[in-house]
């Protein structure tokens, strides 16, 4: 009977662990291990490009991908975990319940937007955080022309001065011009609690975020939280009022819901502590990777973000150590010391940064030319392939060179 590897999600650290885990499968030549994935649709969506227009193309298929390399594809959305009997129930394309087995499981389930329960950010706001919410969004903007000339109408709020918002941001005003007319008197205001313009992004990026938004017309209110939201706009927690149609929600990410059904420590985002080999603690057969793990990136205090460049790496080192694990070979153990971003400041270009302190390395045209090439090359699946995907899934490859 084969072992059968169970990996719950197909986004970067879900795929990224099927294909890492087939690859250390063949190079041992067995064929009693299964590996197979989980997830609702056969695509990775390509979340980090949300915030663009056209968010319908922003997923790319994964079943040929799957199929050539021998990865077993499940469609269904996971409901339940249950650790000692080891499955996992889920919901098929019909509707029905479902349950399936694993010997090893690696849940890479991913993260989500943490809305506060206190705001009717549901009912009023949108976001970016999954593919349907960006079309939401998208198809409200194209609405916008048939609404009535206002200031409202022509006004985004986007809540939240991070990465997310402030990328959001700064691609509205093309996008606005585009639905509007150029001539349309647009006005794009981030809202964040921070004290200085991108705040949150460090010190050294900031002075770009800034100077990038001075010449966009993205305003700041800083210091400041959204207190509430209605049809008509927002309220602050100064109490100024803001009339706007469109309301972008871009604050707090939290990991999925299934790591509760882990006996183990997780953090403040709800991901679970694992070993160097992305073990979960206290678990012998369940691994987690990508947005689902708290997991040290270095040795010197820094662990892995929310992001599609640590998701690729923990996928590859997650489905190779799982494998591992089977197969009874050394593991190779997590380790990505090198951290750089690469944020999209829309007309103005794009900064990129490298090291945990962000030094500004590449501005405007050229940062905008390496942020065109990371997402439409880099973060995407390799080809449908095996040997050419398999040798992509190697986990000493490094995600940034």
Known sequence: MKQHILVIGAGFGGMWTALSATRLVDIHNRDNIQVSVLAPQAELRVRPRFYEPNAHHLAAPLGELFDVVGVNFIKGAANTIDVQAKTVGYTDAAGAEQVVHFDKLVLASGSGLAQPDTLSVTQHAFDVDQIEAAIRLETHLKALATQPESQARNTVVVAGGGFTGIETATEMPARLRAILGEQADIKVIIVDRGQKVGAAMGEAISVSIAQACTELGVEW????????????????????????????????????????????????QGRLHVDANLKVIGQDDIFATGDVAYAASDEIGNFALMTCQHAISLGRHAGNNVAAQILGVDPTPYSQPKYVTCLDLGAWGAVYTEGWDRQVKLVKEEGKALKTQ???QWIYPPAADRVSALAAADPMIPVVA
């Open 221 to 268: 209110r800083l210091g400041v939280s959204v207190q509430s939201i209605d049809a008509n706009g927002v309220t602050l927690s100064d109490g100024q009022h803001i009339d706007a149609k469109t309301v972008i929600w871009t604050t707090g990410v939290r990991a999925s819901s299934l790591t509760e059904q882990i006996p183990a420590e997780r953090d403040r």
């Open 374 to 376: 990371i997402n439409t």
